[in-house]
């Protein structure tokens, strides 16, 4: 008999009745009530958009593994954008296994009234994401639009989950993740989880403590994490994910590794058809292609580009399950999730006779818990192939936003790759900084009254590729032109754009190049018979340095993506009638988190100014103590006098 599986995570269900000898508490109206006359006011958090004075999640299996959440939430609003965050509680689940109930949904006004959801108010839909996607119309999203949303108010959500009890053959997975603090202040939060006696969990706290308390009675476990008076997370430039710096739950049943890819390996490999369509879509892809790296890029291209993305960032990875769909269907249909369009790509792969694997990753790079195995914690599916011009590639099948081979989320994370009869633990790919350049040139003639009529172009490859792609790719023209005169004031005010060109960005096999020309008034500051000149910076913001110091000190660790290095380089043509009588000196520095340095270089003879700068960053995190070091090295670097050149007419 074919095994078949059901996913229980923090979305759990209710067949028979809950485990009530050990009931998480129940707050009461009148608790409630005390909750919120006694909590804090805008003033006292200042930087918050609300205050959760309550978020409190209780989940309970039942001897046959139905199981039943409840949720209460009480959340006081306290600056106008809490509304948004607020106002429409937006809850996704899978309908084939669980049922959403909302037990209580009301708005506590400033003066004590209470004003109910009304049940219009109160709907089940698809979630617009999916709407042209029938595969997963097993996914819905309950929305409670609360009334009287203001600050002041206070609202106030129970909502109850249900799930059907597995199969008798179906394997049980207790797992899950939860962060404990996040950009608004928590009161107190809750998690607790109660289990048939006999069920093991076993679970990491990671980034912080947790309180955690366990009671047994003579028909379960249960186990509880909570924390009280969580401060809030304000967001700094550059910072770590939330996911690094949040206490953060992981939670799981499963006792090895072994156990969680041999089932999904039986999933997966299940749905890998290498014959019929799949067979004939490998061959069409490939048709006069014969060396294999080729082979490679036609394939990922085609899954990558015209197999329709759907929930990235959107259907959280295990919602609609792990399982795929057969890869045919996936190919007929034209679009896929993380699990579709990675079983398509191995299925055509194959077919190819290539050899590949899906393998897990989190995009946000948290550290695994190797000690606990679950597969909520990842959040993708990318597909690795071993051997790529003599390197295993990463591909990410929905990476249709950078150059080939090039994934910016999860790099040097753990990942989970899962083999037909194996598994391994592996660290995801890191681009060093060399393949993350940013090579930009300008040419600059400066006229005698100051103007200048310039051009600058810039090559980028990986994060800066990215960045770039991320930013234009898909944008309207009017989008793309509103950006060059954006670039353009950027290099001086008054600067007019004269024209631009970039290259074809939706190509992914040509590294981007970003061309524009610009005049610009008064760049050169005329002071009788001087003028003073500074260089000026790149003005595409996704090529230059991914820096913002404004701060003096920092909470959070200062985190890159990748290591970068950036190259500028220029020629200055010096108006007629004028003479360099100062050119900046050259600079240099270098510490354990990268290198800084520019020259400027004068020709008397033919009347010009070359210079070059470099910046080198090695260290993608620097910790806070590290951070004053790092900032004084970017803070020397960019002094005005690195780059002033005087002028004395003739």
């Given at each position: ?182 950009e608004d202040p928590v009161s107190y939060k809750e998690l607790s989880l ?239 900084a060399d393949a993350n350049l940013a090579h930009s040139s300008f040419e ?207």
């Amino acid at each position: 008999m074919k095994r078949s599986s059901i996913i229980l995570v923090c979305l759990v269900s209710l067949v028979l009745l809950p485990l009530h000898s050990l009931e998480a508490k129940q707050y009461t109206d009148e608790e409630v009530a005390e909750m919120i006359a006694g909590a804090p006011t805008a003033e006292m958090y200042p930087q918050a958009a609300a205050y959760v004075l309550l978020k409190q999640k209780s989940i309970h299996y039942n001897a046959d593994f139905s199981a039943v959440t409840d949720e209460h939430l009480v959340v006081k609003i306290l600056q106008d954008r809490g509304k948004n965050s607020y106002g429409d509680i937006k809850r996704r689940y899978n309908s084939d296994k669980d049922s959403m109930v909302v037990i209580k949904a009301v708005t506590h006004l400033a003066d004590g009234t209470i004003q109910e959801v009304q049940k219009k108010a109160i709907n089940d839909l698809t979630p617009p994401w999916l709407a042209n996607a029938s595969m997963y119309s097993n996914i819905m999203q309950k929305v409670i639009s609360f009334s009287g949303i203001a600050p002041g108010v206070t609202i106030e959500l129970k909502l109850k989950i249900y799930s059907q009890a597995p199969d008798e053959d179906d394997e049980i997975f207790i797992w899950g993740t939860s962060l404990f603090r996040g950009e608004d202040p928590v009161s107190y939060k809750e998690l607790s989880l109660t289990v048939p006696t006999g069920v093991n969990i076993s679970y990491a706290v990671q980034n912080d403590d947790l309180d955690y308390n366990k009671t047994e009675a003579d028909n379960g476990v249960t186990h509880t994490w909570h924390v009280s008076n969580s401060f809030q997370i304000i967001p700094e430039p550059f910072m770590p994910n939330f996911i690094k710096i949040s206490p953060r739950l992981v939670f799981t049943n499963v006792e090895n590794w072994d156990e969680v890819a041999s089932w999904f390996s039986e999933k997966f490999y299940d749905h890998v058809k290498t014959d019929g369509d799949i067979k004939k879509k490998a061959k069409e892809l490939t048709k006069g292609v014969s060396g294999r790296e080729d082979k490679i890029r036609n394939i990922s291209l085609y899954v990558i580009n015209d197999i329709r993305d759907v929930g990235e960032g959107t259907l959280p990875l295990g919602l609609a399950g792990y399982e795929p769909h057969d890869a045919d269907t996936v190919l007929a249909n034209k679009y896929g999730d993380w699990r579709d369009k990675s079983v398509l790509l191995v299925s055509l792969l194959e077919a190819a006779g290539i050899e590949s694997y899906p393998v897990f990753v989190n995009r946000q790079e948290p550290k695994l818990a190797e000690g606990h195995p679950t597969l909520k914690q990842f959040t993708s599916i990318y597909v690795y192939v071993p051997d790529y011009e003599g390197e295993p590639l990463w591909v990410n099948p929905f990476a249709d936003h950078c150059y080939f081979g090039f994934f910016p989320y999860g790099q040097g994370s753990k990942a989970l790759l899962v083999r037909k009869d194996s598994h391994e633990l592996l660290t995801a790919a890191e681009t060093p900084a060399d393949a993350n350049l940013a090579h930009s040139s300008f040419e600059i003639r400066l006229k005698p009254n100051g103007d200048v009529e310039g051009s600058v172009a810039s090559q980028l490859s990986g994060y800066f590729d990215w960045k770039s792609r991320s930013r234009l790719k898909d944008a309207t023209p009017k989008k793309v032109e509103q950006f060059f005169l954006s670039s353009a004031n950027a290099v001086g005010e008054g600067s007019l754009n004269v024209e631009y060109k970039t290259t074809d960005l939706t190509n992914l096999l040509e590294p981007v190049k970003i061309a524009q020309t610009f005049t610009t008034p008064e760049l050169g500051v005329v002071e009788g018979d001087m003028m003073i000149f500074r260089a000026p910076d790149v003005p595409f913001g996704f090529a230059s340095a991914p820096v913002a110091f404004g701060e003096a000190m920092r909470f959070y660790n200062f985190e890159l993506e990748s290591e970068l290095l950036l190259k500028t380089e220029g020629t200055i043509f010096l108006p007629d009638g004028y003479k360099a009588v100062y050119v900046a000196k050259p600079f240099a520095v270098e510490n354990d988190y990268g290198s800084w340095s520019t020259e400027y270089k004068l020709d008397e003879q033919e009347n010009t100014i070359e210079f070059a700068t470099t910046i080198r960053l090695t260290d993608t995190t620097i910790d806070t103590d590290e951070y004053f070091e790092f900032k004084k090295a970017f803070d020397d670097f960019s002094k005005p006098r690195n780059k002033l050149i005087l002028l004395e007419q003739m």
